[in-house]
């Protein structure tokens, strides 16, 4: 009996959320929410700072910060870095498809030659995909130009379909090898 409980796709899906439709689901409302957030945010000038983990776990980030655990939309992130908010000045982190903490303190990054017009906001960015392989957007507070940081390299001046098509390829690259890991991990087992 526990054999096939174990077997079965709604036990499996409910144990361990490779329910592919509803994973994404949920990575699609992810970066269309983070896309509209950053849009947003760039058209008023507001500064943003918004982390995605990855593969790497990124719980020592996440302690500095303020626990959220909420769905990510478009108006809670807006929320957070709102100039008057108590959390604006730290990163958002997205966790799981979930805002899962804010006002988190980032590393800064150690390259040399970094160009001077960027500042402590576009240094953490890619302190952080230095330091993980989290993918980090920023909205520039001076300019309002998004920009993604991830493997140590800065991708500058995005428009929203830009931004999107980084994240969706970045997202889904992730899904993809992890159902490769479950479908050699299920034929082994």
């Not at 509209?36 to 700072?49: D, T």
């Not at 929320?79 to 966790?95: C, E, M, Q, S, T």
């Amino acid at each position: 009996m526990l054999d096939m409980v174990g077997r079965s796709r709604l036990t499996n899906s409910i144990l361990f959320n490779f329910d592919d439709a509803v994973i994404e689901e949920r990575i699609n409302n992810t970066i269309d929410q983070v896309c509209q957030a950053s849009v947003a945010m760039s058209n008023a000038k507001i500064g943003a700072l918004i982390v995605i983990e990855r593969e790497t776990k990124i719980g020592e980030i996440i302690s500095t910060g303020t626990m959220i655990d909420s769905e990510v939309t478009n108006e809670l992130i807006r929320n957070v870095f709102y100039p008057k908010a108590p959390l604006h000045d730290g990163a958002l982190i997205i966790r799981n498809n979930r805002i899962f903490a804010a006002g988190c303190f980032l590393p800064l990054s150690q390259q040399d030659g970094i160009s001077r017009e960027l500042g402590t906001r576009h240094r953490a960015a890619l302190g952080m995909s230095e330091y993980s392989d989290a993918l980090v957007v920023v909205v520039s507070e001076e300019t309002g130009r998004i920009s993604v940081a991830q493997n140590g390299t800065l991708i500058r001046n995005l428009t929203s379909k830009a931004l999107g098509s980084i994240l969706k390829n970045s997202l889904y690259k992730i899904k993809s090898d992890k159902e490769k890991k479950f479908k050699l991990w299920r034929w082994k087992a």
